[in-house]
């Protein structure tokens, strides 16, 4: 009984029109999430959202770092751009610096199909537009067979599971959120390039609230600041 209630709730969140889901983060101005790994703050992700018009322009930026001892361990910084117009995707492209390794990605749209173009440092192509990218905060990503990386390009074909819905304790609120699990499809892939992340998104407003999972480490992502 217990699963059937938990399809019936994920067919619902479902159901809604592909094109409506940007709109429901239309009074969001700025989100910013605290990033802690075994539990201790080592960063932050940012997203802006800009709106001019019938377009919409999300900046984000990403800045962590790994020390022990005072030594840095592990540095990590990326800055994207995300666009939309009349609510539909119409490009990205981000830079990041893991470790003093580059990586980047441009994304355009080929105006014949409306498929996506792929450029980046981890994969160059096509591929269908019904494909997201791998951002987060839009909670469309649940309805997705595959997303792009926004570090590289990478396509991560995944499969998702609504574990149920749960109270998310942050700080001093109460989040009630509905919980999914993010995993990668293909069972090929080598064990640091899977898939396997539970993100947290509050259930009236789909706002993303708390995002985890094991890799080298448990890592958190924590909503903290929304404007």
């Known amino acids: 009984m ?10 619902y969140l479902l159901s809604f029109d592909i094109n409506a889901h940007v709109d429901h ?17 080592i ?10 018009g019938s377009k919409l322009i ?29 609510g539909i995707f119409s490009g990205f492209n981000s830079t990041t ?3 003093k390794k ?31 990218i791998g951002t987060w905060w839009n909670h469309e990503i649940v309805q ?3 997303q792009i990386s926004a570090v590289s390009g990478r396509i991560i074909e995944q499969k998702v599971e609504f574990i149920g819905k749960e109270e998310v304790k ?26 396997n992340t539970d993100i947290w998104y509050e259930e009236e407003t789909f706002l993303w609230v708390k995002a985890a999972f094991d890799k080298t480490g448990y890592w958190e992502y924590r909503l903290k600041i929304v404007k």
């Open 2 to 11: 217990k699963k059937y209630l938990l399809s019936i709730a994920l067919i």
């Open 97 to 99: 610096n893991q470790n």
């Open 58 to 86: 999300i900046n984000n930026e990403v800045n962590f770092k790994i020390t022990k001892l005072g030594v840095d361990l592990y540095k990590y910084y990326a800055k994207g751009i995300e666009k939309y117009d009349n």
């Open 170 to 195: 942050i700080g001093d609120k109460i989040y009630k959120t509905l919980r999914f699990n993010f995993s990668s499809s293909d069972p090929s892939l080598s064990k640091d390039k899977k898939l």
């Open 102 to 132: 580059e990586k980047y990605v441009n994304i355009t749209i080929d105006p014949a199909d409306k498929d996506l173009i792929i450029e980046g440092s981890s994969f160059k192509g096509k591929v269908n537009k019904d494909f997201i």
């Open 43 to 52: 960063g932050y992700h940012k997203y802006t959202f800009d709106r001019n």
């Open 25 to 41: 983060y239309s009074k969001y101005n700025y989100l910013e999430y605290e990033l802690f790994r075994n539990n201790k703050s």
């Open 144 to 146: 997705k067979k595959a």
